[in-house]
């Protein structure tokens, strides 16, 4: 049974049905660019969510917008979030362009963290879009950007470090500039490899 008197009313059921939607449809993506590329699967791994009861509520107050359906389904536009975790730096824009390339998925909004960060370093590339009449909020990112970004939401939510709070939040930074370089070799490396050969299999030992 679903309840009815949580903020998205009797609209969960098509969240969970949109949701379901979307992860397999980015698995059909994933599965065709495999099948297209050298460089294999773009994808890691996905993580979805639908936003809490609570947790939706919470942001409605934060903005200072009323607790109701019309807030938690079109005025936050993340009642349904989508993490794609990509091994390397290409594979954020190959998955990203692929997704808008779908006909059934309407680009609403984007913002590039990656080419223009975040003052404390946080590197992510969001794509808001509708689907079946619902907002769903993609972020997409390397492993390495989503490790930080664990850290940064650690410290975000841990209570009592205003001691070291500069000190910690100096340092974050200073990883995420430090990862983002490596992002950036890493994805040379992958270049350079894949230019010397055709992907084919080595030859047999003698």
């Not at 995420?176 to 084919?200: C, F, N, P, Y």
């Amino acid at each position: 049974m679903y309840r009815s008197d949580t903020i998205y009313g009797n609209h969960l059921p098509e969240l969970e049905e949109t949701m379901d939607f979307v992860l397999r449809r980015i698995d059909a993506i994933r599965k065709q660019l495999a099948g297209s590329s050298q460089q294999g699967d773009p994808v890691d791994h996905v993580l979805s969510r639908i936003k809490t009861d609570a947790s939706m509520r919470e942001k409605c107050r934060r903005k200072g917008i009323p607790e109701n359906e019309h807030s938690a389904l079109e005025i936050c536009q993340d009642a349904i979030g989508i993490r794609i975790i990509c091994p390397f730096l290409n594979d954020v824009y190959t998955i990203a362009n692929a997704l808008k390339a779908q006909p059934d998925f309407e680009s609403v909004e984007e913002k590039d963290y990656i080419r223009h960060v975040k003052p404390n370093g946080y590197r992510s590339l969001h794509i808001i879009m509708r689907i079946h009449g619902l907002f769903v909020e993609f972020q997409i990112r390397t492993i390495s950007m989503d490790t930080w970004a664990a850290l940064e939401h650690l410290m975000t939510y841990k209570q009592n470090i205003s001691g070291n709070e500069k000190l910690i939040v100096s340092e974050l930074k200073r990883c995420a500039d430090e990862l983002a370089s490596t992002d950036v070799s890493m994805q040379t490396i992958r270049d350079m490899i894949t230019a010397e050969g055709d992907g084919g299999e080595p030859p047999a030992e003698k």
